[in-house]
């Protein structure tokens, strides 16, 4: 089985300034891993995701995360946020095994961008 | 095209009532899911379908959920004696086969049991 661990249920942080969310996984089998965010009022969105390859993946609005195996962790970095970032974020895994493509989340991250 | 879509937006019912919440699934999209989304549990999966095949129903909480995909495209989950703990959003997803990477959610329900 597989599980997630997000440590920070909220993250304030000041509009322009760095920010990073931690994701930890733990599974006896490889996995992809993922980011989703949920905005305001809206559905889940994949942000970005990691299958194979290179460790540094990127999504088109300026976020990264960095896959390391060593350490199982999945973290989400933003050099500098804008207001309208302001979401609740979820680190999830799936196995990469056959049989569907089951996510497994963690418990959410609220990142609070203010002025 | 269409995302996924889910109805009703919102549902509030008694205890010990049923509940049919619909999914529609992204048109071509032939694996579907429903997770539930709830303060004291987070973000979990329910059950899974793959075109005609059986479904995984490894995530339902009690025999009290069920859920059935006609001719491999909408998606009805059932709660039968709904009781208060059940209450929070269901969400539903499709992706376009068993080994696609990336699924897309509708809305949700909220269902809010009374």
């Known amino acids: 089985a597989q599980s997630v661990t997000q440590l920070d249920s909220q993250v304030p942080v000041f509009e322009e300034a760095p920010v990073e969310l931690r994701c930890n996984y733990s599974?006896?089998?490889?996995?992809?891993l993922f980011w989703y965010v949920q905005y305001p009022n809206q559905g889940l969105q994949l942000l970005l995701k990691?299958?194979?390859?290179?460790?540094l993946v990127e999504s088109i609005n300026g976020f990264e995360a960095e896959f390391n195996k060593s350490q199982t962790s999945f973290h989400l970095r933003k050099p500098s946020v804008h207001i309208s970032d302001t979401a609740e974020y979820f680190c999830?895994?799936?196995?990469?095994?056959?049989?569907?493509?089951?996510?497994?989340f963690g418990t959410g991250t609220q990142l609070k961008v203010e002025l | 095209g269409a995302g996924v879509s889910q109805s009703p937006s919102n549902k509030v019912t008694e205890k010990g009532k049923d509940v049919e919440l619909r999914c529609d699934p992204i048109?071509?999209?032939?694996?579907l899911y429903w997770y539930r989304q709830s303060l004291g549990q987070g973000l979990e999966f329910l059950i899974y379908?793959?075109?005609?095949?059986?479904?995984?129903k490894s995530g339902l909480p009690s025999d009290r959920f069920s859920a059935e995909r006609t001719g491999g495209s909408v998606s009805t989950l059932t709660i039968q004696r709904t009781q208060q703990e059940d209450s929070a959003v269901y969400l539903c997803?499709?992706?376009?086969?068993?080994?696609?990477?990336?699924?897309?959610f509708g809305p949700g329900t909220r269902l809010t049991v009374t």
């Open positions: 999830a895994v799936s196995k990469i095994t056959g049989g569907g493509n089951k996510l497994t």
């Open positions: 997803a499709s992706s376009l086969g068993p080994y696609s990477d990336e699924q897309y």
């Open positions: 990691h299958l194979s390859g290179s460790t």
């Open positions: 048109s071509g999209h032939t694996a």
């Open positions: 379908f793959q075109g005609n095949s059986a479904p995984d």
């Open positions: 599974s006896s089998v490889s996995v992809y």
